[in-house]
């Protein structure tokens, strides 16, 4: 099995938090920021559409596709405050973990 899935809903939300970061720049959100969220819409249908699937991805996930996860997720995400983003990074790499232990107790 591969990430295909997860990988498009992780895209989802670094492309919302792309647009929350860039409309809350002048410190209010406003009807000219609605232009912003344009590339969130863009990848929102690929996120629902494949959604059920990423249990199954998340359980069946082995190590390679754990790295390529990480790799994907700290190429699209930039922070300005490094110690921060490596914070972020590592709490993704635990929720993968966790994740993955919690749909193993799941029933199929």
Do not use: Q
């Amino acid at each position: 099995m591969d990430v295909k899935e997860t990988k498009e809903v992780i895209r989802f939300g670094l492309s919302l938090g792309n647009a929350l970061r860039k409309a809350m720049e002048d410190g209010n959100i406003n009807l000219l920021d609605a232009l912003k969220f344009l590339p969130v819409l863009r990848e929102l249908k690929p996120a629902i559409e494949g959604a059920k699937k990423i249990p199954a991805e998340l359980k069946d996930l082995d190590e390679a596709e754990k790295a390529e996860l990480l790799a994907y997720f700290k190429k699209e995400f930039e922070l300005k405050d490094d110690e921060l983003e490596a914070k972020v990074e590592m709490a993704l790499e635990v929720g993968l973990s966790l994740s993955k232990l919690a749909l193993g107790f799941l029933k199929k």
